[in-house]
């Protein structure tokens, strides 16, 4: 009878360990090409190359596997980014911009930013999905903005608006590049596609020179 190879259970035990982060990447894939509603739990297991027993394993269900793949890709780039407003010195609007390329880099130009095209396509289908979003997602970045707002508000820095409705302004052109890479972008259709970065280089600047305080140029009269 043969022996098992000294190596072969270490390298079972690797295989194990990657499959969770396997399955996610497989149904990122899968739920932005097809829609979350249209893939099936098996096609996910086969393209991650288990069984669908093995899927039901880690995530018990479609929507808890959705959920994970929320949390994978975003919630720790919010995480990250509060951890950067925690420590962060310098002026807000360097900030608010380091803040907006980092999502960017991390979400919105990477195969995370599909998750925007799933939920603003399916979403109303699904109102436990939308409710987990809003409280994992939605809300603290939000959280996060009117955190470097205020900051920059109670520094001097920038002029007192509408928090919530100022974070609206902020994050919709970002959202819409990330609608756009994965939708009109995806295809080879001439004249559809732009520089993300200077688009995004320009939105800062024109947020920018709306929230800078203006010096007081009050003339005062004897």
Known sequence: MSKTSPAAAPTRQRRKEARPQELLDAALELFVEKGFAATRS?????????????LY?????????????????LSGVIAEGAGIVDQFEGQ????????MRMWWVRVGNSPAGGIHKIMMSEVRNFPEIAQFYRDEVIQPAA??????????????????LPYEETVHALIAPLIFMSLHKNSFGACPAEGMDFDPDRVIDVHIELMLHGLLAKPDTTTKTG
């Open 57 to 73: 394993l880690y995530y018990p269900s479609k929507e808890e596997l959705l959920k994970a793949v929320i949390q994978q890709n």
């Open 143 to 160: 959280d996060l903005l009117i955190r470097t707002l205020r900051r920059g508000v109670e520094r001097g820095e920038f002029r007192p």
């Open 42 to 54: 098996d096609e996910v297991a086969v393209r991650a190359g288990v069984s669908k027993g093995t």
């Open 92 to 99: 807000s609007a360097e900030l608010l911009a380091m803040l």
